[in-house]
């Protein structure tokens, strides 16, 4: 009689003679899940840079109860020159942050806002500083917003910084979009605007360009 | 059945249609004919946005429209040169090429739209287009998240305009000869039903970011997506295996296959379920859609569940498909019920006195001619399409709910009357996504 058993997200299912086996089996698999789920971040970092593409699939897909100690060295890993190791690394940030927004997580959830934040400080490559701001957009609250918003001035940044603020709800990210919108260059006005009309503003003097077209083709019509 | 010949002329369909009472969608004048009068040829005026895959299909079709006198084709765009070029050379001539898709939102005289982009502009093009009083064909899946399908759909009442979605079984025959013997109890009360599907890709040649193509317009094929460096594998096609432009093949076939079967259960009503999804994820490249999942949805009211599977438990003899389980036996259904002939069971089954009827049109043999047949025919009568975009959005959320609950690595409890997850601040912040300037709902 087949059994099934849970390892994190994968059900499988076990046959074997008899139910004791079968139970056993069960708990086995159960038991090494379980023992996966407590790799600590030194760890972690080793199997991600491991050659075997499945150990470090393996690894980053584990990578979620690891939590707020692992973030620091997985974003220097991200940032690495070898493309799979780089985005396993990438990929376990994300299931940390995921892990942590589950409902109730509490003290968890602040840790790992709190270690996003810190990489903030610039020094990480532009690419993987917008991972992070979209890394927050997703669990951050009041405590990111500030950080978010000094990246509003930054030319690489602005974009992602205004749509993670965008999507961080409560008045203290509202503030920051029209804080933004104030001190916004020219060219990035529109932008903050946008933002606050999908906040539910008015803003008035900023008209939308959504529907104003832009892009002309070098493609001739056919004539008849 | 079909063919031409049976196709009612548009006129007579605009005179049936001018008589209707309470004719809510606004036709514009070309169409009807200012004061009485038929309207300048007689015809809709159509455009294609994104001529590539399924949107030179959509093409061709309108080819076949324009030599039966139902149509003028008077554009066609896409951000791809190369494609571009070819699409306006299939048209033929009188026929204006655009790579962005707001010159054609502009031009007065264009009735209706097909959208045939990649999956993460689909909504946005959908609701600009309603805004500037085009009636819309948008392909599945509808949206890549629950607040652009949300918003497709307020657009299309507040505008009134008539928006089919291009999941295509619910106007083919084999699906609704599957439909009708479900509804008239073929297999009994149906308590389960489960698709087969073979496993979403996974991207074995990964390559470094580089410099887009000449011919491709990087910035605007990403639209509203955040801004990244182009890298080969996004496109063209494969967008599919990424969660954020594609989803998948549960978005993908999904979309399809999840359309036929709450048709066949008559399920378009239960909005609210549980979604549990478990998968396996890539073991590497840029993809990042699970090659393997299982997805569980479970309904009450009556209870049932569909069970998505990649690869699921194959019953069936071709790549994909459903089969429905009752308490008297179960039916296959291979692929979603549009290429592939229905069952011979469900074929000689006899609806009983007093059984369901369930409607169809039924004006082409093609399915893709059909579906647009049905569009068309939504257009002129005012009346909803047989995917009408509230039953694509509805279809699109299970899907990207699936999705969803996978990323989360959690069971997630929708509530479909206020389309939220129940008791999950994180997923719910996760039902929108922000939108690259200036490329917004």
Not at chain 1, 60 to 67: C, K, L, N
Not at chain 1, 115 to 126: H, I, K, M, Y
Not at chain 2, 60 to 78: P, Y
């Amino acid at each position: 009689m087949p059994i099934a058993c849970s390892a994190g997200r994968n059900v499988i299912l076990i046959t074997c003679e008899n139910i004791e086996e079968t139970g056993q089996a069960c708990n086995q698999i159960e038991l090494r899940f379980a023992e996966s789920l407590a790799m600590t971040a030194d760890e972690l970092i080793v199997k991600l840079k491991d050659p075997d593409d499945k150990v470090r699939t393996e690894a980053w897909f584990g990578a979620g109860r690891v939590g707020a100690p692992a973030i620091r060295p997985l974003s220097a890993l991200a940032a690495e020159d070898n493309l799979e190791v780089a985005r396993a690394a990438k990929r376990g940030l994300w299931q940390i942050v995921r892990h942590a927004g589950r409902p109730g997580a509490g003290e968890e959830l602040t840790a790992v806002q709190a270690e996003l934040v810190s990489l903030l400080d610039g020094r990480l490559p532009a690419a993987l500083l917008r991972e992070v701001l979209w890394m927050l957009s997703e669990i951050g609250g009041e405590e990111s917003v500030q950080p978010i918003a000094r990246q509003l001035t930054h030319m690489q940044l602005r974009e992602d910084a205004r749509m993670a603020l965008e999507r961080i709800p409560g008045a203290g990210s509202l503030a920051a979009l029209k804080a933004g919108l104030a001190a916004a260059p020219d060219d990035f006005k529109t932008n903050m605007a946008q933002s606050l009309r999908q906040r539910g503003e008015v803003v008035p003097g900023i008209p939308c360009v959504k529907l104003v077209p832009t892009r002309k083709t070098n493609v001739k019509r056919v004539d008849g | 059945m079909s063919g031409p010949d049976r196709h009612p002329s548009r006129r007579t369909f605009l005179k049936a249609a001018g008589a209707a009472i309470g004719f809510p969608h606004i036709v514009s004048s070309r169409v009807l004919g200012a004061s009485g009068r038929t309207g300048a040829g007689n015809r809709l005026t159509v455009g294609v946005i994104g001529v590539g895959g399924m949107g030179l299909v959509h093409l061709k079709n309108l080819l076949e429209f324009r030599q039966q006198g139902k149509v003028n084709i008077a554009t066609v765009c896409d951000a791809d040169e190369g494609r571009l070029g070819k699409a306006v050379r299939t048209a033929g001539a009188g026929v204006e090429p655009y790579r962005d898709y707001r010159y054609i939102l502009e031009r007065k005289d264009i009735d209706a739209v097909i959208i045939a982009t990649p999956d993460h502009w689909h909504a946005v093009q959908t609701v600009h287009a309603c805004e500037c009083g085009k009636h819309v064909y948008v392909e599945k899946p509808a949206s890549v998240t629950i607040e652009e399908g949300k918003a497709m759909v307020a657009a299309a009442r507040k505008h009134h305009r008539a928006v089919q979605v291009g999941a295509q079984a619910r106007t083919a025959k084999p699906a609704h000869i599957t439909c009708t013997a479900i509804r008239n109890g073929i297999v009994g009360r149906v308590t389960r039903v489960t698709c087969w599907h073979y496993a979403t890709p996974i991207d074995n040649d990964p390559v470094p970011d580089c410099d887009p193509p000449p011919e491709l317009d990087w910035d605007l094929w990403l639209g509203p997506l955040r801004w990244r460096p182009y890298n080969p594998r996004y496109c063209p096609g494969t967008f599919r295996w990424l969660m954020e432009s594609g989803g998948g093949q549960i978005r993908d076939r999904g979309a399809h296959q999840f359309s036929t079967i709450l048709w066949c259960m008559d399920a378009d009503r239960q909005t609210s379920y549980t979604v549990e999804a478990k998968g396996t994820p890539p073991s590497k490249g840029l993809w990042d859609c699970p090659p393997e999942m299982e997805v569980v949805y479970t309904f009450e009211d009556p209870h049932w569940q569909l069970v998505w599977g990649q690869p699921g438990d194959k019953i069936g003899k071709t790549e994909f498909g459903n089969v429905f389980w009752g308490d008297r036996g179960r039916l296959v259904l291979e692929w979603e019920g549009g290429h592939k002939p229905a069952d011979e069971m469900a074929v000689d089954f006899k609806v009983p006195a007093g059984g369901v009827e369930v409607a169809r049109t039924d004006e082409y043999e093609s399915l893709d001619m059909n579906h647009k047949a049905d569009w068309f025919k939504a257009i002129r009568e005012g009346s909803k399409p047989a995917v009408d975009i509230e039953i694509g959005h509805r279809v699109a959320t299970m899907c990207n709910l699936g999705n969803l609950s996978y990323l989360l690595g959690r069971k997630l409890s929708w509530d479909g009357v206020k389309q939220q997850v129940v008791n999950d601040e994180h997923a719910n912040r996760l039902l929108g996504r922000p939108q690259r300037h200036p490329y917004h709902l």
